[in-house]
């Protein structure tokens, strides 16, 4: 019976997309493209995920490799977080689902994680989370799972854990979860009855 369930933020109740917001910020392909393949097709962006590297080392990273890029980068690192939103319709559905206990395992450096915080009240509607930046690892690590089951002592048979990334998913589904891989936001509350009906019409057999 499923009585956790365990959402990603990114892309499942919050908006997370670089090319995005590279693009509103800079206005500049070649630039964009750069920055994105220098801080997103790397383990940059993993280390600071996991609380390795603050937003200053970010930039002086990103103005090691591209000097002339200095006001960019800046821009980018100092105001990126504006750009992760609540997805409306999903986190309506955290007051929808109070009979669950509702956790969050997020890939988050500190910095969104107090953003987040500071202009949004959805995150004190969770039981608790694990956050990246708190355990120094990132999914698909085993531990941002078995951290979560230990603190909060819960079975992961009674979990059901939603991602938009497969590995993640894979993660928690060899660790004995339930999972729905998120392809697209909007089908998050289609997605969460499928698997609760499923397991409540089972139930009553």
């Given at each position: 019976?499923?009585?956790?369930?365990?959402f990603?933020l990114?892309?499942?109740?919050?908006?997370?997309?670089?090319?995005?917001?590279?693009?509103?910020?800079?206005?500049?392909?070649?630039?964009?493209?750069?920055?994105?393949?220098?801080?997103?097709?790397?383990?940059?962006?993993?280390?600071?995920?996991?609380?390795?590297?603050?937003?200053?080392?970010?930039?002086?990273?990103?103005?090691?490799?591209?000097?002339?890029?200095?006001?960019?980068?800046?821009s980018?690192?100092?105001?990126?977080?504006?750009?992760?939103?609540?997805?409306?319709?999903?986190?309506?559905l955290?007051?929808?689902?109070?009979?669950?206990?509702?956790?969050?395992?997020?890939?988050?450096?500190?910095?969104?994680?107090?953003?987040?915080?500071?202009?949004?009240?959805?995150?004190?509607?969770?039981?608790?989370?694990?956050?990246?930046?708190?355990?120094?690892?990132c999914?698909?690590?085993?531990?941002?799972?078995?951290?979560?089951?230990?603190?909060?002592?819960?079975?992961?048979?009674?979990?059901?854990?939603?991602?938009?990334?497969?590995?993640?998913?894979?993660?928690?589904?060899?660790?004995?979860?339930?999972?729905?891989?998120?392809?697209?936001?909007?089908?998050?509350?289609?997605?969460?009855?499928?698997?609760?009906?499923?397991?409540?019409?089972?139930?009553?057999?």
């Amino acid at each position: 019976m499923i009585k956790n369930i365990v959402f990603d933020l990114g892309n499942v109740l919050v908006t997370f997309d670089p090319k995005s917001f590279l693009k509103d910020l800079i206005h500049n392909k070649k630039i964009e493209e750069d920055l994105y393949s220098f801080y997103f097709h790397s383990d940059l962006w993993i280390l600071y995920d996991q609380g390795s590297y603050s937003n200053e080392d970010m930039i002086q990273k990103g103005i090691q490799i591209y000097p002339q890029y200095e006001k960019y980068i800046r821009s980018v690192i100092e105001r990126w977080v504006e750009y992760v939103i609540p997805i409306v319709d999903n986190i309506q559905l955290l007051d929808l689902y109070t009979n669950y206990s509702l956790y969050i395992i997020s890939d988050i450096p500190q910095y969104n994680y107090d953003y987040l915080n500071e202009h949004y009240s959805f995150l004190q509607k969770v039981n608790g989370g694990i956050y990246s930046y708190q355990e120094k690892v990132c999914k698909p690590n085993k531990k941002m799972f078995t951290r979560l089951l230990e603190k909060y002592k819960i079975n992961p048979q009674e979990c059901v854990f939603i991602d938009d990334k497969y590995e993640n998913i894979k993660t928690a589904l060899d660790l004995g979860f339930k999972g729905i891989h998120l392809k697209d936001p909007k089908d998050l509350k289609k997605k969460l009855e499928e698997v609760l009906f499923v397991v409540i019409i089972y139930l009553h057999h």
